[in-house]
């Protein structure tokens, strides 16, 4: 079995139509569109705090290791 055809997919479309009706299919493609996009919105979001939580301990270790650096300086001369 593979994908549908093209007769197949008009029969698909018009049980569609039957079940929801012509005025609740354009309701329902609206919900959808909006939940992909709060969806990509939420992606996006956690992306940019992981991508802000990574340069955060990136400039942590630089600073623990400036700090450990000077210690030991201090500690030879």
């Known amino acids: 079995m593979g994908m ?5 997919w008009i029969l698909i479309a018009l ?3 039957l079940l929801f009706g012509g005025k ?3 309701e329902l493609a609206k ?3 909006s939940g992909i996009k709060n969806f990509k919105k939420a ?4 992306d940019d705090e992981v991508a802000t939580a990574d340069k ?3 400039i942590e270790k630089k600073a ?6 000077k210690k030991e300086e201090s500690k030879t001369v």
């Open 4 to 8: 549908p055809g093209g007769m197949e």
């Open 56 to 58: 955060k301990e990136e």
């Open 24 to 26: 609740k299919i354009p």
């Open 64 to 69: 623990e290791t400036t700090t450990t650096e």
């Open 15 to 17: 049980v569609i139509l």
């Open 43 to 46: 992606v996006k979001e956690d």
């Open 31 to 33: 919900g959808l569109g």
